[in-house]
């Protein structure tokens, strides 16, 4: 038996995590297991979708960051790591001159990665293997900045595209019709021809909302489900979501449009039923960082 470590940083536009994961080969078999995953709420975006610019002050909040998880790595002892920046980095007019004060002050090589890239990322966690090879999905996976759509048929990824929809951005108002719209055609093209769809969503408020629901580990959330929730979601002022839900502050504000987007999502599609695996872009760079070790 080998065990091997490796990291993933994801600079998101909401949060920043690092994920650290023992990969685990037992003869043919290889098992990933998570052993450490830490989340920052620096929450680029907020800067980013109004000023175009990462401030002073979350710049300092970022390298700071990457120094603990530059500590936390070696600590670990990690044998591979890699880092991505998403959405709020790739548009900030100063996103390569900070991640040239990182690379200079902590030895992280951060790389900006476009919305194809992040969700080939995605594609490339163990989502192959939780999918039943005679239906149709439409993975979703909801950030700060953006979206990224994935279909899978016949247990095989046939199309993706990401989209300017994110939480932070509907929080700032950034998000305009046009970009709902092309959205929306380009789920209705790419499921069209499916008799029945069926959603999976990531990231980290379909995961508080599966949470919420009190449902077993694989079992599916219903679109009446998710309709109501996010009904009363929005009825329910911010600091009574913080008080009497026990959401985190930075979770509390931003759950309401992601469960527009997933909502938005199953009608397009027509999907009834919303599966959500613990799955998301660090998991798929931890499986990519392994399959360039083992190709």
Sequence with gaps: ??????????????AVRLLISNVIENGKKVKFKKVSLVRVPIRLGADVFVTGKVSERNKRRLIDTMMGFKYLMK????????????????????????VEAIKKKTGINIQIIDGSKE??????????????????????????????FSIFHNGKKTASKSFRLGTVRLLKNMVNKNEWDKAEQWVKDHTKKYDKVYLIGSGGNINKLFKMSGKVPGAPLSKVYLDAQYKFLKSMPYKD?????????????????????YRRAMQWSGAEKIYVPKIGLADGIVKYLYQQDTD
């Design 1 to 14: 038996m080998k065990i091997k470590k490796y990291a993933a940083i994801d600079i998101g536009s909401n």
């Design 75 to 98: 600590a670990h002892e990690v044998k591979k790591y890699m880092a991505v920046a998403t959405s709020a980095m790739r548009e900030a007019e100063n996103g390569k001159e900070i």
């Design 119 to 148: 969700a080939e990322l995605i594609a490339s966690t163990d989502l192959e293997d939780l999918l039943d090879r005679d239906r149709t999905y439409l993975y979703v996976d909801v950030g700060g900045g953006s979206t990224e």
């Design 241 to 261: 979501r913080i008080k009497e839900l026990d959401m985190n502050p930075d979770r509390a504000d931003v759950i309401i449009p992601a469960a527009k987007i």
